[in-house]
C-alpha cells in the first residue's frame, strides 16, 4: 500500500510563491492534481519515476515546476506567480498506467490534500 502525504499549503497574495511537497512511500512517477469548490479535481503537474521528465497543464506552464528531492523522498511542486484560480486543495497522486496521464480516475493512491488560499 503506498502512502503519500502532502505539505506546505498555506495563504499567500496573488503573485507570490508557496512549495508543496508530497513524501511518497515509494518511488515512483507522480502526479499533482488541485480541486477547488464546486469544481472537478483537475490535473497540474506530472513527473517520471526518475525525475527527468516532467508534464503540466496550460494554466500552470510556466509558473509552476515540479521537481524530486531524492534525499527526502520527495515530489515538489513549486508555484510562483500565484494568481486567485489557483486556490484549491492540493492533492499528490501515484499508480496510473500511464505517468502523465490527467485523469484522476486512473490513480488509485491519493494523499490527503493541502489547501492552498490565494488572496488578491
Known amino acids: 500500500q503506498v502512502q503519500l502525504a502532502e505539505s506546505g499549503g498555506g495563504l499567500v497574495q496573488a503573485g507570490g510563491s508557496l512549495r508543496l511537497s508530497c513524501a511518497a512511500s515509494?518511488?515512483?512517477?507522480t502526479s499533482w492534481f488541485r480541486q477547488a469548490p464546486g469544481k472537478e479535481r483537475e490535473f497540474v503537474a506530472a513527473?517520471?519515476?526518475?525525475?527527468?521528465?516532467?508534464y503540466y497543464a496550460d494554466s500552470v506552464k510556466g509558473r509552476f515546476t515540479i521537481s524530486r528531492d531524492n534525499a527526502q523522498n520527495t515530489v515538489n511542486l513549486q508555484m510562483n506567480n500565484l494568481k486567485p484560480d489557483d486556490a484549491a486543495v492540493y492533492f499528490c497522486a501515484v499508480g496510473s498506467s500511464s505517468w502523465r496521464s490527467i485523469n484522476p480516475n486512473e490513480y488509485p493512491y491519493w494523499g490527503q490534500g493541502t489547501q492552498v488560499t490565494v488572496s488578491s
Open positions: 515509494d518511488r515512483t512517477s
Open positions: 513527473l517520471t519515476a526518475g525525475g527527468l521528465s516532467s
